[in-house]
């Protein structure tokens, strides 16, 4: 088993920037692809951005490319997602998963571990 406690969401004006932080805990957190998800409400979940275990090698939705970074630190078991310039279509619950992959990330998730979400509201 794996916990995935998600933090730093609130409310920002548009332009203004986020850094969400999902502390895991229960395994082996460094052998693991992490990745963060949003949902907006009457909306399907839909894959953010990725990072492989080492941290080498990332990937993101176009919608969020060069405006979020995803990072991670395994010596604090934690990993994190930089979002700046937001804009008031970013507003969703935001979820942090691990997996084994970060290409079974980019594919949903399904077989992930998933934390509880934190909301990110922008406004206009």
């Known amino acids: 088993q794996v916990q995935l406690v998600e933090s730093g969401g609130g409310r920002v004006q548009a332009g203004g920037s986020l850094r969400l932080s999902c502390a895991a805990s229960g395994r082996t957190f460094s052998s693991y692809a992490m990745g963060w998800f949003r949902q907006a409400p009457g909306k399907e979940r839909e894959f953010v951005a990725a990072?492989?275990?080492?941290?080498?090698?990332?990937s993101y939705a176009d919608s969020v490319k060069d405006r979020f970074t995803i990072s991670r630190d395994n010596a604090k078991n934690t990993v994190y997602l930089q979002m700046n310039n937001l804009k008031p279509e970013d507003t969703a619950a935001y979820y942090c998963a691990s997996d084994t992959s970060t290409i079974k990330l980019r594919n949903g998730g399904e077989g992930a571990y998933w934390g509880q979400g934190t909301q990110v509201t922008v406004s206009s």
């Open positions: 990072i492989t275990w080492s941290g080498g090698t990332t």
